[in-house]
């Protein structure tokens, strides 16, 4: 193994005061990084991720909305059994994962295949079950409309109906003709299908380059357009969303999202929101510029879906969400490959509730999944930690979950070391820093090889004399909840196994960190 290149990396902001740091983003650090986990890989040490979800083989990209049936959610996610052998991400069928509490999920293999019709292999859209029979397939069918593209050389990119009528386990294509057609665009994919039942019909959001296309069916065979909602500035747009949500109060809002590109303009490569009212056909945003479910690098192809009770209840005041934990950006650099065999990894299922600001906006904030708390190995319980400068923890790990409340009269920043190493030349830093919270990534081997996205930032007001921290750390990577989940980023980090250390810091004065609990988690 090739020693990695160091360099004293002292930044002008939150963690350059804390320690001197590796250029991770560079090509020797991922070189390096690399021939360590091919050394790990002989000696069977594992870059699996803990708790979160990981496809057992080869490749994973798009999750697809999960469905509820008989007490337990139906994951089905984009997978390519090619890959490793391929070294390509395309060509995708839908794979199947069950789980009743979606923190523990089971494997139940390919739902729909790919390359078994003429219109090739499967990408995203959007599962449903058909209660009232309305397709014809019988009530309680489950009716797939995904997108398809026959020819890549041409504007082909179509909807195509599957079903199935063994409760989602496997799908049978309705003919090989699309349910509906290409207009002759270049982009038209990823359909987002809900139930209408004030208005007894399906609709059907659908992503047209910078358009959101709404369509209406009575039967899920056959579409109509209706209106569009369009938003320059955001790259193409993919996998939009569409559902009602009310706050704790009862007031209701309707969320449009979508998955966007908003690097060119300073803004996130994840999940972009607006609030608003939906009237079946048209979206009237409460505001022109969108809002953004994550703030970090790698939270994409991001789905929510209803969180249910045992008895299948929906909670309209609470909605689930899962992102893919990747980037387009570098979505092949992962030493998952060489130590485990697979490439994809997903966050872990948050809950999102709808909240009014003070400034009257309403807005969407994220919360782990509660079921978490039945994976927790063992408590350390640290109570309340005064730290001025640097505190390093006696704990070691690199799956658990740290929460604190940071207080303090006077200071520039605080925050904490995450995955840190013995010498403290490599880590990832998570806190505040004057008017911003950030995580930074650059101290630790991570998929970003140019350097530009090392740092994530999102407001903080420094008058409060106060952040809370809500963390979760796995082997490959770092989630971050800010102040109740107001703001989180979601970071794709490929830590030395053996780094595993924890420090408290702060930056020009002295903090209380309250209530510092770290729980170990494990599935």
Not at 108 to 116: E, F, N, Q, S, V
Not at 166 to 195: E, S, W
Not at 319 to 326: M, V
Request: aromatic share 10%; with cysteine.
């Amino acid at each position: 193994m090739r020693e990695m290149t160091r360099r004293t990396l002292i930044r002008a902001g939150a963690v350059g005061a804390a320690a001197a740091a590796i250029p991770a983003g560079s090509a020797s650090a991922l070189s390096a990084a690399s021939a360590l986990d091919r050394k790990s890989a002989k000696q069977g040490a594992s870059y699996r991720a803990e708790y979160h979800f990981t496809v057992p083989d080869q490749w994973k990209n798009d999750p697809q909305r999960p469905i509820w049936i008989d007490g337990e959610y139906l994951y089905y996610y984009l997978y390519n059994a090619d890959y490793i052998g391929g070294g390509t991400t395309t060509g995708t069928a839908w794979r199947l994962a069950t789980s009743t509490d979606l923190v523990a999920f089971k494997d139940r293999g390919i739902a729909i295949p790919k390359d078994t019709t003429p219109n090739g292999d499967v990408w995203s859209g959007s599962a449903v079950v058909d209660t009232d029979n309305t397709a014809g397939f019988g009530a309680g069918a489950v009716v797939v409309l995904a997108t398809m593209e026959p020819d890549e050389t041409a504007d082909t990119q179509a909807q195509y109906l599957w079903y199935s009528t063994d409760k989602g386990r496997t799908f049978k294509n309705h003919g090989t003709d699309p349910a509906l057609a290409n207009p002759g665009v270049k982009d038209f994919r990823d359909p987002k299908v809900i139930r209408d039942e004030e208005r007894g019909r399906w609709v059907m959001v659908l992503a047209e380059k910078t358009k959101v296309g709404f369509y209406h069916s009575t039967n899920l065979k056959d579409w109509t357009y209706a209106d569009g909602f369009v938003k320059e500035g955001l790259g193409v747009l993919e996998c939009p969303d569409l559902f009602r949500i009310t706050t704790a109060e009862d007031t209701a809002k309707w969320v449009l999202g979508v998955s966007a590109n908003g690097k060119a303009s300073g803004l996130p490569n994840t999940y972009a929101y607006w609030t608003g009212e939906f009237d079946g056909t048209t979206f009237t945003p409460d505001a022109a510029e969108p809002q953004w479910l994550d703030h970090g690098f790698d939270w994409y192809g991001a789905v929510t879906f209803e969180k249910r009770a045992a008895n299948g209840a929906v909670d309209p005041a609470v909605r689930h969400a899962i992102g893919w934990l990747n980037n387009w950006d570098y979505p092949n650099t992962t030493p998952t490959i060489d130590s485990d065999g697979f490439n994809g990894t997903d966050s872990v299922v948050r809950e999102i509730t709808l909240r009014r600001a003070a400034s009257g906006i309403h807005y969407l904030a994220s919360r782990p999944v509660q079921a978490l708390d039945r994976h927790v190995s063992r408590t350390v319980d640290l109570g309340d930690v005064t730290v001025e400068g640097q505190l390093i923890l006696d704990h070691t790990g690199t799956a658990y979950e740290l929460s604190t409340e940071i207080t303090w009269d006077r200071l520039t920043g605080a925050g904490v070391q995450l995955r840190r190493s013995a010498d403290g030349s490599r880590h990832i830093d998570a806190g505040v820093y004057g008017d911003y919270a950030f995580v930074n990534r650059r101290g630790a081997a991570n998929p970003d090889t140019s350097g530009k996205w090392q740092e994530s930032k999102t407001p903080f007001d420094a008058s409060a004399h106060k952040v809370t921290l809500r963390v979760l750390v796995d082997r490959t990577s770092v989630e971050v909840f800010f102040d109740d989940g107001r703001h989180t980023h979601s970071m794709e980090a490929f830590p030395y196994l053996t780094d595993t250390r924890l420090a408290l810091f702060t930056i020009d004065g002295k903090a209380v960190f309250r209530n510092t609990v770290i729980r170990e988690l494990t599935v």
